[in-house]
């Protein structure tokens, strides 16, 4: 399930193969984060750094030169070993393993980058780089660029412009590979099994956060040890609240549970939400409202193949529940005036979905040229529509406050369609009843 060694280094050589002439990149790993006092939070390596490399260590620089014959393409300054910390901390690759592991046509120790670096940037004219992302590393270029113009009376060449390097990667990031799906399939899978777990295991009088660990348990028991995101686990007006992340409400019978978890396996995301009535059977106001929410999101998926735009998707949901809101009464007009006046945005605030990979909101441009980006073949999104009635909301009737519902599946763009990456998960109200009753039993 892992990528392979080979991929890496085809995505390595497809991102030199779009730099310019005499050029380089730079590219730096994460870096370790305290939590408190002597504890560090879990390290996570940068998704741009661990697409190139698949080297999961702190502490690291990629260094890129497309056209160096003599002694390699592709250098990485990583950590020296270290047995004393090593038997604290855990194994380190090392310059040699980042070599003989990792593709690296050379490696140095990264406590000699300040001497060797400013070497392989002289001579070079463009330096791909993403400038502001990390201010202290930033400094870092700059420091060794300077290096190289205070020796220009002696010869010395230094690079004469900056280039923006997402710009390059993250479109490469866009379009996933066979390796890639065959990972996001099985995140989806364990992430739909998590969803279903909660599903089952619910009951009146829990709360929030013990739905939240049979979760996180489902990931971790097959092979997913983190989630991708914090869970949101939103119970009764909780819902209502698009990033809840407390989670410490109880679950009262007759109220709504919606859980947006999605686990990351082999630093690949899913991401999926489903909307279910703790008591195991849904009201009628509930049932109605969340046969909107459904209706737009399947009207959604199939606008999602190649040649449509990125914002057809979202423009369905738009259409779906705005009428769905008329026919139930808690919005008034005609649909089409409603939707150019936006008046959905009460209930329904934020987008139909976003870029799906490496981070659970990935990389890539939404517009081309200032035109909504036509989908292709191996783009991953979210589909992801909901209604969410303000418990102080006065101008509906009282049996809807307090409502909230989403829906949202992870949907891949094949050749001829799309394929739900999330669809294990059962979504409809006939299938979620069925669920749960079979769990209570």
């Known amino acids: 399930m892992k990528i ?29 984060l305290t939590r408190n006092r002597d504890t560090d939070y879990p390290f996570r390596q940068d998704s ?55 593709g690296a046509d050379d490696a140095f120790p990264v406590s000699d980058i300040d001497d060797i670096l400013p070497g392989l940037l002289e001579g070079r004219e463009r330096v791909y780089y993403a400038m502001g992302r990390n201010p202290a590393f930033d400094q870092k270029v700059m420091q060794w660029v300077n290096v190289i113009r205070s020796k220009v009376r002696s010869g010395a060449h230094p690079p004469g412009e900056f280039l923006d390097l997402d710009h390059l990667l993250h479109d490469l990031r866009l379009y996933k590979s066979a390796a890639e799906i065959r990972v996001m399939r099985k995140a989806g899978k364990i992430s739909a099994a998590a969803h279903i777990r909660a599903m089952q295991t619910c009951k009146a009088g829990w709360y929030e956060y013990q739905l939240e660990a049979e979760i996180l348990h489902e990931f971790g028991r097959n092979g997913a040890r983190f989630p991708a995101y914090s869970s949101i686990v939103g119970s009764g007006k909780n819902a209502c609240i698009l990033h809840y992340i407390e989670n410490s409400g109880q679950l009262k019978k007759g109220e709504l549970v919606l859980i947006d978890a999605g686990c ?76 150019k006046k936006e008046a959905y945005k009460d209930f329904y605030m934020h987008r139909a979905g976003h870029w799906l990979g ?35 909301n006065k101008k509906v009737a009282k049996k809807w406050r307090g409502i909230g519902i989403r829906i949202e599946d992870d949907v891949l763009v094949t050749r001829t369609g799309n394929e739900v990456l999330s669809g294990d998960a059962p979504k409809k109200i006939n299938e979620i009843e069925a669920l749960m009753r079979a769990g209570a039993a």
């Not at 995505?11 to 870096?31: C, F, K, W, Y």
């Not at 199939?302 to 769905?324: L, R």
């Open 4 to 32: 392979s060694k080979q991929e890496f280094a085809r995505r390595r050589n497809n991102l030199m193969g779009q730099m310019e002439a005499d050029s380089i990149a730079i590219v730096p790993s994460a870096r370790e």
């Open 358 to 392: 490496m981070d659970v909101h990935d990389v890539g441009d939404y517009k081309v040229d200032d035109e909504w980006r036509v989908l292709e073949e191996g783009m991953v999104l979210t589909v992801e529509p909901g209604i969410y009635v303000a418990p102080d």
């Open 264 to 339: 990351e396996l082999e630093h690949y995301a899913a991401d999926i939400t489903r909307t279910f009535p703790v008591s195991g059977t849904f009201s009628k106001e509930q049932k109605a409202l969340y046969e909107v929410v459904l209706k737009s999101q399947l009207a959604a998926i199939k606008k999602i193949k190649p040649g449509n735009h990125w914002n057809q998707a979202h423009d369905a949901t738009v259409k779906v529940i705005t009428e769905g809101l008329v026919a139930l009464g808690l919005l008034k007009g005609k649909v089409s005036t409603l939707i």
């Open 48 to 102: 741009d750094f661990y697409y190139l490399t698949g080297f999961a260590e702190a502490d690291a620089v990629l260094v890129l030169m497309p056209g160096r014959k003599k002694h390699g393409q592709y250098v990485l300054f990583c950590r020296d070993r270290d047995p004393a910390m090593e038997l604290w901390n855990g194994y380190r690759a090392g310059p040699e393993g980042a070599c003989d592991d990792y």
